[in-house]
């Protein structure tokens, strides 16, 4: 009975401790060696979606014919480790395009890439482009599976039109890998 009783205040200490570290909202940084791409210094607002503010952790990145949101913080994605082989998701990219039409096969040909930049590391692997509806507006969708945390460059490329950002990617389990 006192071990059981040991375990579970081990237990109440960790939960405690994981839980009050979640609610201070502090993540680590990526280093300076990192160029994340953070808000432009003017902002930039699709055709037909509401304007960021200040207030908002995301903003708008590219132009009409090519956009992404991402968070002014430049920390996009967490790592977790995976087994060898895994395809686990790492995280979802929305990709916007005035000439993007859900309804026309033809208009699912985005390609997305990455590359590390602060090592060596297989490629990134990209899930195919699906939609994402957000009535009354409509955007590609991919998952994309990051092999190692650290600094990576993803591009999207859409009918010619090409948008690049760096994010920081952290790991999960080693904090500010």
Not at 116 to 124: F, I, K, N, S, Y
Not at 139 to 160: K, N
Request: charged share 20%.
């Amino acid at each position: 009975m006192t071990a059981l009783r040991l375990v579970l205040l081990i237990l109440l200490v960790t939960v405690t401790a994981k839980s009050q570290e979640n609610s201070t909202g502090q993540h680590p940084v990526a280093p300076a060696s990192c160029p994340v791409t953070l808000p432009p210094q003017v902002p930039f607002t699709p055709a037909g979606e509401h304007k960021m503010d200040q207030n908002d952790k995301s903003f708008w990145l590219g132009t009409d014919k090519l956009w992404t949101t991402l968070p002014t913080s430049g920390e996009v994605w967490g790592w977790g480790p995976r087994a060898p082989d895994s395809r686990d998701l790492t995280a979802k990219v929305f990709w916007g395009s005035v000439d993007f039409d859900y309804r026309r096969k033809e208009d699912y040909d985005l390609k997305v890439t990455g590359r590390r930049l602060d090592g060596e590391a297989p490629p990134l692997w990209v899930d195919r482009v699906t939609n994402a509806l957000f009535v009354p507006h409509a955007a590609m969708l991919t998952g994309v599976y990051v092999p190692s945390p650290g600094c990576w460059q993803i591009t999207g490329d859409y009918r010619g039109e090409k948008l690049s950002f760096v994010v920081w990617v952290r790991s999960f389990k080693q904090g500010n890998e």
